[in-house]
């Protein structure tokens, strides 16, 4: 049996990133950044006030108290927006707004809170003021030059505001990949029918082409192929106009050698794998036309679950993305679970928490048919290939589900 890991390897070592394109930032979200991106300005690009109050020197206001307010001479106002008039210099102040530059001289800005109108151009400092309070320093965030986002990004809200600080209306991404789902058997029919006995609908379909969409590729779903060559082959055929190739079902030993037969019609090599996972043992992976193609096993969690570990990070390294692994967390285990040695098992698993810790539980159910525990399921609990069993109250490695951890409710603060 082909380890998890070295089944991801092989898998990886096929896929390519697609071409590049330009986008406009409005339309960029979800799109994954195919340029590194040097800072054209740094941020902030001149030293600016974090508040609105006075400009002035701190040595001047050191004693400042509400008791005994220092009083300084008010030389002009500075808006957002607008630039110095001229320095300030001993005894004087300049009435500043949040964002605008500081004027030369100034080192310092008291907030308005802190200050007092006197009469006409005059202010009263109420506070003394340390060097640099109230001044955001040119760069702080970042210098000229400084790379703020790396090539192999997705582009989320945060880079959005970033790309647009750096004034860039128009940003190269990579094209987005198209996938191609193929559900195979006799026994399923399409949703709009009622299954006569012996079928069922077929879901894997819909399940699939959710998740290459989940991942931020577009995905074509190409229904049922019946468990014939001509079928097959037609389908197959179909696909391999697409980037990516998804078929369900047909992998498992009783009907592995009809997919065979069919992917040498087609001119392809596909491998047949066993990997020492479960659920999701039966694999296929090759190359269609060129075209990466993977047969998942039929059982409807085990689709999900080999989707999860392999279709996922192919599909977004297709996409250009660097970070195609799911991460994994420590939580404490709540039940013991046990298992014979060989194979990595993905249980499917709630997530709580309790003072700070996380807490794992499996659900009930966890056959490779049963959807319940699916539905429910927010993390993968990963009990490693020789693990026999991990007692309640022991750490063990967890795997998010999908887009991460929601709750209906908050948990306040
Ligand atoms: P197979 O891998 O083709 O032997 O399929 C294993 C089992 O998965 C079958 O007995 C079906 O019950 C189920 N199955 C296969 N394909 C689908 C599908 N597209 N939707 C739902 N269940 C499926
Ligand atoms: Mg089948």
Same mark, same amino acid.
């Given at each position: 049996m082909l380890k998890v890991d070295e089944a991801l390897k092989k898998i990886l070592a096929e896929i390519k990133p697609l071409g590049l394109e330009s986008v406009n930032i409005s339309d960029s979200a979800g799109r994954v950044l195919a340029e590194d991106i040097l800072a054209p300005r740094g941020n902030p690009p001149w030293d600016n006030s974090a508040m609105d109050g006075y400009a002035l020197r701190a040595a001047d206001v050191e004693g400042a108290s509400s008791d005994s307010p220092v009083r300084l001479r008010v030389i002009y106002d500075l808006p957002a927006g607008g630039v110095p008039e001229g320095p300030v210099g001993e005894g004087e102040a300049v009435r500043i707004m949040t964002g605008a530059p500081t004027p030369q001289g100034a080192d310092a800005v008291v907030m308005v809170e802190r200050t007092r109108k006197a009469e006409d151009a005059v202010v009263e400092i109420l506070a003394p003021a340390g060097a640099g309070m109230n001044i955001r320093k040119e760069g702080e965030d970042f210098a000229v030059g400084d790379k703020v986002l790396s090539i192999g990004t997705a582009i989320r809200p945060a880079e959005i505001l970033m790309l647009a600080t750096m004034g860039r209306a128009e940003v190269k991404v990579y094209k987005r990949p198209s996938a191609a789902v193929v559900s195979t058997g006799d026994e399923l029919v399409d949703i709009d029918i009622t299954p006569a006995p012996g079928k069922i609908t077929n879901s894997n379909g819909y399940a699939l082409t959710s998740l290459v969409r989940d991942t931020g590729a577009e995905c074509v779903n190409l229904g049922i192929a019946a468990d014939n060559r001509e079928a097959l082959n037609a389908k197959f055929t179909e696909a391999a106009r697409y980037d990516l190739i998804i078929s369900s079902g047909g992998v498992s030993v009783g009907d592995y050698d009809l997919v065979k037969e069919v992917?040498?019609?087609? !001119? $392809?090599?596909?491998?047949?794998? *066993?990997?020492?996972?479960?659920?999701? *043992? &039966?694999?296929? =992976?090759?190359?269609? !036309?060129?075209? &990466? #193609? =993977? !047969?998942? &096993?039929g059982n409807p969690v085990s689709s999900m679950v080999a989707f999860e570990q392999f279709v996922r990070p192919a599909l977004l390294k297709m996409a250009g993305r660097s970070d195609i692994f799911k991460k994994t967390f420590k939580a404490r285990l709540t039940v013991g679970i046990k298992k014979k040695p060989g194979r990595v098992n993905f249980l499917r698993g709630t997530l709580t928490s309790e003072r700070g810790?996380?807490?794992? /539980?499996?659900? %009930?159910? %966890?056959? $490779?048919?049963?959807? /319940? $525990?699916?539905?429910? #399921?927010?993390?993968?609990?990963?009990m490693p290939e020789e693990c026999t069993e991990i007692k309640a109250g022991e750490s063990v490695l967890i795997q998010p589900i999908g887009n991460g951890a929601l709750q209906s409710e908050t948990s306040g603060y």
């Open positions: 992917m040498k019609d087609l !001119g $392809s090599e596909m491998k047949f794998w *066993k990997v020492a996972m479960k659920p999701g *043992k &039966p694999l296929a =992976f090759g190359l269609i !036309g060129g075209k &990466p #193609a =993977f !047969g998942l &096993p810790e996380y807490l794992a /539980t499996p659900l %009930q159910g %966890q056959g $490779s048919g049963m959807i /319940t $525990s699916m539905v429910k #399921a927010e993390v993968f609990i990963i």
